[in-house]
T-cell receptor, first 107, second 116 residues
C-alpha cells in the first residue's frame, strides 16, 4: 500500500518554512525521506524508526507518530537548494514510496 | 565501486524489441532494488534482491519484465517486447543489507528508456 503525501506541491520564498506530511494505512516500522532534484537520483535525507531512533542529516528534522502511522518533514528557513521533489517511503521488507511533494523555493 | 552504476544511461528502442538494463551496486551491499519512474510520477517499486534471490518481485508489471542478479553483485532488468508505456526512467538502488527498515538506499543515476 503506497503512503499518501500532502501537499502535492508547495511554493516558498527563501527563508520560509514548510511541512510535508506522509501517512500510511498500514502499521509502520520506519519512515524514510528522500529528495530528488530534477534529472538526478533520489538522495537520502532521514530514516525515522519505531521507538524514536532517527538517522539522517543534522539540518533536517522530522517526526514519526507510530500510533497515527504518520510522519512529517520540517523544512525551516528554506534555501534555494531545498527545491526538489520529496518522497516518503514506508518499509515492510521493501521500501514503498509515496507520490512525492514538489517543493519550489523562490528568491 | 564508489556509487551505484547503471547502464545505459539512455536507451531508445522500437516497440517490440527487447532491452536489457544493467545495475552495478556499491561493493559490499547485499540488497539491490529496481524502481521505475514515469515522467512526472513517483517511484514505483519493481523488485528487490537479497543476494541473488528475489524475495519480492510483486512490482513487476507483467511477464514481459524479468530480472536477475549474479554473484551477489550485478543485476540485469530485461524487458521483452517493449511497449510505449514502458518508457520511463529505471532506477536501481542498493543497501547494506536486505531489510529496508533501517538501511539507507543509495540510488544510481538511472537508465532512461524511450520506446518509439
Amino acid at each position: 500500500q503506497q503512503p499518501v503525501q500532502s501537499p502535492q506541491a508547495v511554493i516558498l520564498r527563501e527563508g520560509e518554512d514548510a511541512v510535508i506530511n506522509c501517512s500510511s494505512s498500514k502499521a509502520l516500522y520506519s519512515v524514510h525521506w528522500y529528495r530528488q532534484k530534477h534529472g538526478e537520483a533520489p538522495v537520502f535525507l532521514m530514516i525515522l524508526l519505531k521507538g524514536g531512533e532517527q538517522k539522517g542529516h543534522e539540518k533536517i528534522s522530522a517526526s514519526f507518530n507510530e500510533k497515527k502511522q504518520q510522519s512529517s518533514l520540517y523544512l525551516t528557513a528554506s534555501q534555494l537548494s531545498y527545491s526538489g521533489t520529496y518522497f516518503c517511503g514506508t518499509a515492510r521488507g521493501k521500501l514503498i514510496f509515496g507520490q512525492g511533494t514538489e517543493l519550489s523555493v523562490k528568491p | 565501486g564508489a556509487g551505484v552504476s547503471q547502464s545505459p544511461s539512455n536507451k531508445v528502442t522500437e516497440k517490440g524489441k527487447d532491452v536489457e538494463l544493467r545495475c552495478d551496486p556499491i561493493s559490499g551491499h547485499t540488497a539491490l532494488y529496481w524502481y521505475r519512474q514515469s515522467l512526472g510520477q513517483g517511484l514505483e517499486f519493481l523488485i528487490y534482491f537479497q543476494g541473488n534471490s528475489a524475495p519480492d518481485k510483486s512490482g513487476l508489471p507483467s511477464d514481459r519484465f524479468s530480472a536477475e542478479r549474479t554473484g551477489g553483485s550485478v543485476s540485469t532488468l530485461t524487458i521483452q517486447r517493449t511497449q510505449q508505456e514502458d518508457s520511463a526512467v529505471y532506477l536501481c538502488a542498493s543497501s547494506y543489507d536486505g531489510w529496508a527498515g533501517a538501511n539507507v538506499l543509495t540510488f544510481g543515476a538511472g537508465s532512461r528508456l524511450t520506446v518509439l
